[in-house]
């Protein structure tokens, strides 16, 4: 059986299909930062509830950064640079630098989930809680994917030195 050899319109088509994802990405990054400092500014017009709508808002940019972030990784990786082969070390800076910029925004989003719902119903803190927990294990997760990542790097760069 014979294989036929990649004419490269995959490629483009593959290319085109992360540049649009990546430019709606960022567009939807864009509104959210865009409605955090709306909503913000509707608060302090109103003069109610500012420091949560601040909150609310740096969550909110938090978020932003983070799609944005992504949108900026399948630029450079996947329209940019297409299928050619990546250090591992790149993929490890840029999924640590993501899932601290999520992990953040649940942290967030748990400090303003405490303040509003210890204001108003103290049994319901349950859920900034869980929230909490879920920030922890995420940043040690990242933790020990750092760990064993940073000594898989390690002995491949001493397999390869071995080598030469």
Request: no cysteine.
């Amino acid at each position: 059986m014979k294989t036929r050899a990649p004419d490269g319109s995959f490629d483009f088509i593959s290319r085109a299909i992360f540049g649009i994802a990546a430019t709606v990405l960022a567009l939807f990054a864009l509104v959210l930062a865009g409605s955090a400092v709306f909503d913000f500014i509707v608060a302090a017009w109103s003069r109610q509830h500012l420091g949560i709508s601040a909150l609310n808002g740096i969550g909110y940019v938090v978020v932003a950064i983070a799609v944005f972030d992504v949108a900026k990784y399948l630029i450079e990786e996947e329209v940019v640079r297409g299928r050619e082969l990546r250090v591992a070390s790149e993929a490890r800076r840029s999924l640590t630098r993501f899932i601290s910029t999520i992990a953040i925004a649940v942290f967030l989003e748990a400090l303003v989930t405490i303040f509003r719902v210890s204001q108003e119903n103290v049994e319901q803190l349950f859920y900034p809680t869980f929230l909490l927990i879920a920030a922890i294990l995420l940043v040690l997760g990242l933790g020990v994917y750092q760990r064993l990542s940073v000594a898989v790097e390690k002995q491949v760069d001493d397999g390869k030195a071995a080598r030469h």
